[in-house]
């Protein structure tokens, strides 16, 4: 294959991963997005259209920023194949990014090439698959033990799971920067402390809570102190 | 047994979430058969290509034990086979235990408390933590093409110019230095900017869970969160400053399992 054979073959190849890509994914979302509708069916019930938009708003408001900020700043490193099916198959930062880069260093690939994009594809898609397996077997081991993760002595376990995620990720998270924690975290206790009716506000006091330790972060970052 | 816990929990949702996730699965055989191929076709090394395919699957293995036992519990909550088919796609256990936890308060409920769950207020939640995750998504449906062709139509340059450099000087050293002194410059606030938000997420939860303890005299939720910070404090202890890196995948779910398991304890007492 001389240089002008192998370009236009690579075009060709990007360009159908780009329709795959587009055309699997579309389908996914679809699929995922019917599921619950199908299982309101199913039980006769149905989704709530306040609670959903409620909830969406609150959601939204974080997640989608994120979700673009980590497109711009993932699907270059990732290339095309491996930029669908990360943001498809998630755990992106602490699974498929690494992962990848792992698999390029081994395979000595140039950043920007065509080689390196293909060992991209390799490994996101084989990482994916991989971990869809685990679940499997882990899930074909968790059916018998349905009945005892039912049982109510657990129960005191699943109301906390909450907190307990809040526990690890507070530690993880307070001890990168205690000068940017200390006013959020504290007004956060103050709050709650003092006007009880808060404690069940979380969703709200999330935009207060994350305004105020980016406002503080930016702040701190201008003036060289972060 | 609790019977929304047996509704969501139904053989039936098991077979819906294996087909989506099945549909999953043959994409990614479809994305490496063809990658393979394409890799063959310009001349590259199988040995190369396949060697990427088993490095990454042997990566893989920790992490998606330690995913796994995020599936574990989230089960409690959510049953096992949505936690399964969440924990396969798009999110990672930290976006759908917080989302599932404000959709649930949105709702009106005091949190993701499985004693107040119901089959209507699952399926919303549901459909809220799948509809919020997917802006990753439809940004590569809409946009990832144009994206990529601007950003490989920039990156086009750089080379040019350091070809130029080498032909200058017969070495790389000037485009180096500049790599070098770009390494230097400090980062943008973007990487602040999300330790920041994370840092006001959890503000919010731990400030109510001091005024949980402190209004209602209901030390539970602070107490797990205690608890499961102390465990991660000694993973962080052992990843961060005895560089055992690989632990780092098992932080957040053991941490959580442990003050979850403290939480049985301490109600049993």
Known sequence: ?226 | MNEYLSQVNAPSLYFIVGGVLLFIAIMCVVFIVKSYRAGIAIGMDPKVLKRAITSSATFTVLPSISILLGVVALSGSLGVPISWLRLSVVGALQYELNVAEIAATAMGLTGLKVTEMSVSVFVTVVMVMTVGILGGVLCCIFGLKAYLGKVKGKKKNAPEAAEKADDANGDRSEAKAGGEEQEKKKPGFGAYATVAMFIGLCSAYIGSYVGTFARRDNFMPLMTALISALVMAVFEYFTVKKGKAWLDNFSVATSMLVGMIAAVVVNLL
């Open chain 1, 1 to 226: 294959m001389n240089e002008k054979e192998k370009k236009e073959y690579l075009h060709k190849f990007d360009n159908q991963l780009h329709l795959l890509g587009r055309i699997t994914a579309a389908i996914s979302v679809i699929l995922m997005v019917a599921t619950p509708l199908v299982i309101a069916q199913m039980y006769g019930v149905s989704i709530s259209g306040s609670g959903f938009l409620n909830g969406f708003l609150k959601v939204g408001v974080i997640y989608i920023p994120v979700a673009i900020v980590e497109f711009l700043v993932y699907a270059p490193m990732l290339g095309t194949g491996g930029s669908y099916l990360s943001f498809l198959t998630g755990n992106v930062t602490n699974l498929k990014i690494p992962c990848a880069m792992n698999a390029r260093d081994i395979a000595k690939t140039t950043q920007g090439t065509v080689e390196d994009e293909i060992v991209s594809t390799l490994s996101v898609a084989t990482s994916a698959l991989v971990t869809m397996v685990i679940l499997f077997l882990g899930v074909l081991l968790l059916v018998p033990l349905t009945p005892i993760l039912q049982n109510p002595v657990l129960e005191p376990a699943f109301n906390n799971v909450v907190p307990a995620l809040f526990g690890a990720l507070g530690c993880k998270y307070f001890a990168k920067s205690w000068k940017l924690t200390a006013i959020p975290l504290l007004s956060m206790i103050l709050l709650c402390v003092l006007v009880p009716a808060m404690i069940d506000q979380t969703s709200i006091l999330l935009l207060p809570a994350g305004g105020m330790a980016l406002a503080i972060g930016f702040f701190m970052y201008k003036k060289g102190i972060l």
